[in-house]
């Protein structure tokens, strides 16, 4: 068996000659193109939902949180990622918290529901 190079590889993905590769070379630009784990699954061309997890390991990730609308006189606060995740008084989705945990440090992002307008801005990390 020859190992192609990753150029090799990418020019025979570019030129579509995928098709006209023995076996032991189609088998290297699979595996290159679509990854180990797609190429040994039995669940080709099924859909798959992926869960975006959160990584607590950071617990230096804050967010500053203003309540614009809906809630009073309620000043800002500065809540680690943790509170956010593991207290229901947020009633924050799964997604909303990864996206938040996403954004650069700077970014915002409103939060709207039944009750008003809450702002998340992701402080800086120190």
């Known amino acids: 068996m020859s190992k192609l190079t990753i150029e090799q590889m990418i020019a025979i993905i570019q030129n579509k000659q995928i098709d006209q590769c023995d076996g032991d070379d189609k088998a290297q630009v699979m595996a290159f193109a679509f990854g180990e784990e797609f190429i040994a699954s039995d669940h080709k061309g099924d859909k ?18 203003q309540w614009l609308e809906g809630y009073g006189d309620v000043q800002p606060q500065v809540v680690p990622i943790a509170n956010l995740l593991n207290n ?17 440090e700077g970014q915002t992002h409103d939060y709207h ?11 800086p990390t120190l």
């Open 48 to 65: 798959a939902t992926y869960e975006a997890t959160i990584n607590l390991s950071d617990s230096r990730t804050k967010f500053l949180v």
């Open 88 to 104: 229901d008084e947020w009633g924050l989705s799964h997604e909303f918290l990864c996206m938040l945990n996403e954004m650069a």
């Open 113 to 123: 529901d039944l009750s008003g307008v809450i702002r998340f801005q992701k402080a």
